[in-house]
């Protein structure tokens, strides 16, 4: 009878080890990805491309271009955060022929392009 007992004790306990692994393991969630609205518009006299309006996740990066219209340059680039990290310091200040510029997703977003009629 002892001998019974003793083989059953390691099937048991294999038993017992199995089901308690596949009962209570809980599968870990992937963790919420933080993401930012993008907001992109442009003055009369020119576009911005790509299309960029969405939501991305945070650390993505874009590059704009601002193209003007026929009788339009580009002016420059706005952006509503004040960090001088929409776009090159130097664009964010009006300098002209800086048409296109980097965003880091690392906060809501508004950018918006300046354009100004080419005087004649």
Request: with cysteine.
């Given at each position: 009878?002892?001998n019974?007992?003793?083989?059953?004790?390691?099937i048991f306990s294999?038993f017992l080890?199995?089901?308690s692994c596949?009962?209570g393991a809980?599968?870990?969630q992937a963790?919420?990805?933080?993401?930012?609205?993008?907001?992109?518009?442009?003055?009369?006299?020119g576009?911005?491309?790509?299309?960029?309006?969405?939501t991305?996740n945070?650390?993505?990066q874009?590059?704009l271009?601002?193209?003007?219209?026929?009788?339009y340059?580009?002016?420059?680039?706005?952006?509503?955060d004040?960090?001088?990290?929409?776009?090159k310091?130097?664009?964010?200040?009006g300098?002209?022929?800086k048409s296109?510029?980097?965003?880091k997703?690392d906060s809501?977003?508004?950018v918006e392009?300046?354009?100004?009629r080419?005087?004649?």
């Amino acid at each position: 009878m002892r001998n019974i007992f003793r083989s059953y004790i390691p099937i048991f306990s294999l038993f017992l080890f199995i089901n308690s692994c596949s009962k209570g393991a809980i599968a870990p969630q992937a963790a919420a990805r933080t993401q930012y609205n993008l907001t992109v518009t442009a003055s009369e006299g020119g576009f911005v491309t790509p299309e960029a309006n969405g939501t991305y996740n945070a650390g993505a990066q874009l590059t704009l271009s601002a193209i003007p219209n026929n009788g339009y340059s580009f002016c420059r680039w706005l952006g509503t955060d004040n960090d001088n990290s929409v776009c090159k310091k130097s664009q964010l200040q009006g300098a002209r022929g800086k048409s296109r510029c980097i965003i880091k997703m690392d906060s809501n977003r508004y950018v918006e392009a300046f354009f100004e009629r080419n005087l004649k």
